[in-house]
């Protein structure tokens, strides 16, 4: 598979990588308002870890899963697609995940985020995927659920069932700027976020950016809508597409009416990086996060996973992400 991403070693070059700034859905970000995310090798000691992880509000772990296995886990998935679809570029491997963007004017603009395949084979290869035993495997992974029990201090921990496996066709549509919480707001315990990058993804290929300092601004956000939702049934309360949502469950329908409208919380600054096969991202749930526009110019698809964690025990799990993926579970 052809690299996309620097060494672990390396930063890259913003001015560089994004001339034109970060692109998000909604609009694009100055480059005077871009950093980069800080690396931490899987090598770090734990308390550091934990400092960094309540100092930043994620953490940014290099190599933690081996590298082959990951990008066997793109080349599973991506087969599917190769055998009944033209989503891939002739002449390219499933491993590498290159877009066929000749034959996908639609899904050119469409797939990626809450966007899904009008194709209604493609439609069922991405539920079915979810279900799949390799990807099943796969995020339970013994390297990342013992990482993660070491780091939140858990004896044991529970992988909620529903995951968020997606691709991001270059120039799609991107997941847009939120918190993980408005999700799961179906009960109080406290969960932990990994987003899983499944293959490189170059700083400009649509990989999970972060508001900078931005915990406190979503607790804010999300005790404000708490506050406005005293009225609703508890039903109403829970749903992140309540009346005082936006659509898809957005906080915010571009970064520059972001930070128009939390002046308070300035400056606001997005961190970005380039993703290599084996790192893995883990967010706080009230984390502000969204992925930039996949612009990379080999025409690489960007392929992750959600995954969300809480401890065995737990009185708080929100029942209802127990229950796999499916496009109308309401989620």
């Known amino acids: ?70 990008l066997d886990v793109r080349e599973n998935y991506f087969k599917a697609y190769a055998d009944t679809t033209s989503l891939l ?76 496996l997606r691709h991001n066709v270059p120039f799609g549509q991107g997941t847009d700027i939120h918190y993980d919480k408005l999700f799961l707001r179906g009960g109080a315990g406290f969960f932990l976020t990994a987003w899983v990058p499944i293959g490189d993804i170059a700083v400009n290929g649509g990989g999970l950016c972060y508001l900078s300092n931005s915990v406190p601004l979503g ?34 329908p571009s970064p520059q009416d972001l930070s128009e409208t939390y002046p308070e919380y300035r400056p606001h600054t997005w961190l970005v990086t380039n993703y290599e096969a084996g790192d893995v991202v883990f967010h706080h749930p009230y984390s502000i996060h969204a992925s930039g526009r996949n612009e990379d110019a080999e025409g690489i698809i960007r392929l992750s996973t959600d995954l969300r964690f809480y401890e065995k025990g737990d009185k708080g799990i929100d029942q209802r992400w127990f229950n796999m993926w499916t496009p109308d579970d309401g989620l």
């Open 1 to 70: 598979m052809a690299s996309v991403a620097n060494p672990a070693s390396m930063q890259p070059n913003l001015s560089i990588c994004l001339p034109n700034g970060l692109g998000q859905n909604g609009g694009r970000v100055d480059l005077t308002h871009v950093g980069l995310l800080r690396p931490s090798p899987s090598t770090l000691p734990l308390e550091e870890m934990r400092h960094r992880f309540q100092e930043d509000g994620y953490l940014f772990v290099k190599g933690l899963l081996p590298r082959e296995e990951v």
């Open 89 to 164: 570029a002739p002449g390219t491997s499933p491993r590498e995940g290159i877009f066929n963007a000749s034959s996908h004017p639609d899904l050119h603009k469409g797939i990626g985020g809450q966007g899904l395949p009008s194709d209604p084979v493609e439609h069922k290869i991405l539920v079915d995927s979810h279900s799949d035993p390799t990807y099943r495997a796969f995020i339970e992974h013994p390297a990342l659920t013992q990482f993660i029990r070491n780091l939140m201090g858990w004896k044991q921990h529970i992988l909620l069932n529903r995951t968020m």
């Open 219 to 252: 607790e804010a956000i999300e005790n404000d809508f708490t506050a406005r939702a005293a009225g609703m049934t508890p039903e109403e309360r829970i749903s992140p597409y309540n009346m005082n949502m936006m659509a898809g469950g957005m906080i915010s």
